[in-house]
C-alpha cells in the first residue's frame, strides 16, 4: 500500500516561531488532508489539499502531486497550536476509500 | 451541524468480555469510517459504510469485530471476546461521497482491555 513519511517527528518551538512540516508519499493521491489532534484526541481538518496551495489565517499547506510531497507551514506559532499534525492521503490507483495516515509530527510550542 | 458524535468516550473492560461502540454521523453524511489509533501512531483505518454497505474492510479487522450501520444512519463497532491488543483508540468519520471528500472526525471512544 501507499507510504506516508512526515517529518520532523518532533518539534520545539518558541511561542511566535514559524515552522515547516513535510509529508511525504510513495504514489498518486487524489485526496490529501492535513489535520491537528489535540490533546484530547480531537482530530480536527485543517486543509484538503490534493495539489495547490491553500492559506487559512496563519496556516497554509502546499501539495506538490507531482513530486509527492506536502507542506504545512504555521507562522506566529501559539501555544494552542500544540498537539500532533497528520497528514493523511488516498492513493488514487488502488480502488479504495480509505486514508493512510502518516504517523504524525509532534509540535510543542513554549511560551 | 453538531458533529459527529461517539459514545461512550471511554471504556475499560475484562479480556474476553464483548463491547460495542456507537458512532453518530453528521446527518447528511452518506460515508461513514472507522478507524483505530494506538499510541503514538496514526489512525489506521478499519471499514467503511456508504449508506449501509460495507463496501470495505481492512485486513486488521479480525473475526473478532463487526460493524453494522442499519438504515444508513449511526454504526455500531463490536469487537467479540477482547484481548489486551485490542486497547486503542476508536476513531469514526463522516463524509459526503463525491469529489471533494473531507473526513470529519469524532471524539473517539477510548478502550481499555484489563
Known amino acids: 500500500g501507499i507510504q506516508v513519511e512526515q517529518s520532523p517527528p518532533d518539534l520545539i518551538l518558541q511561542e511566535g516561531a514559524n515552522s515547516t512540516l513535510r509529508c511525504n508519499f510513495s504514489d498518486s493521491v487524489n485526496n490529501l488532508q492535513w489535520f491537528h489532534q489535540n490533546p484530547w484526541g480531537q482530530l480536527i481538518n485543517l486543509f484538503y489539499?490534493?495539489?495547490g496551495t491553500k492559506q487559512n489565517g496563519r496556516l497554509s499547506a502546499t501539495t506538490v502531486a507531482t513530486e509527492r510531497y506536502s507542506l504545512l507551514y504555521i507562522s506566529s506559532s501559539q501555544t494552542t497550536d500544540s498537539g500532533v499534525y497528520f497528514c493523511a492521503v488516498r492513493n488514487s490507483g488502488a480502488g479504495s476509500y480509505q486514508l493512510t495516515f502518516g504517523k504524525g509530527t509532534k509540535l510543542s510550542v513554549i511560551p | 451541524d453538531t458533529g459527529v458524535s461517539q459514545n461512550p468516550r471511554h471504556k475499560i473492560t475484562k479480556r474476553g468480555q464483548n463491547v460495542t461502540f456507537r458512532c453518530d454521523p453528521i446527518?447528511?453524511?452518506?460515508?461513514l469510517y472507522w478507524y483505530r489509533q494506538t499510541l503514538g501512531q496514526g489512525p489506521e483505518f478499519l471499514t467503511y459504510?456508504?449508506?449501509?454497505?460495507?463496501?470495505?474492510k481492512s485486513r486488521l479487522l479480525s473475526d473478532r469485530f463487526s460493524a453494522e450501520r442499519p438504515k444508513g444512519s449511526f454504526s455500531t463497532l463490536e469487537i467479540q471476546r477482547t484481548e489486551q491488543g485490542d486497547s486503542a483508540m476508536y476513531l469514526c468519520a463522516s463524509t459526503v461521497a463525491g469529489i471533494q471528500e473531507t473526513q470529519y472526525f469524532g471524539p473517539g471512544t477510548r478502550l481499555l482491555v484489563l
Open positions: 446527518s447528511e453524511h452518506n460515508r
Open positions: 489539499i490534493p495539489s
Open positions: 459504510f456508504q449508506n449501509e454497505a460495507q463496501l470495505e
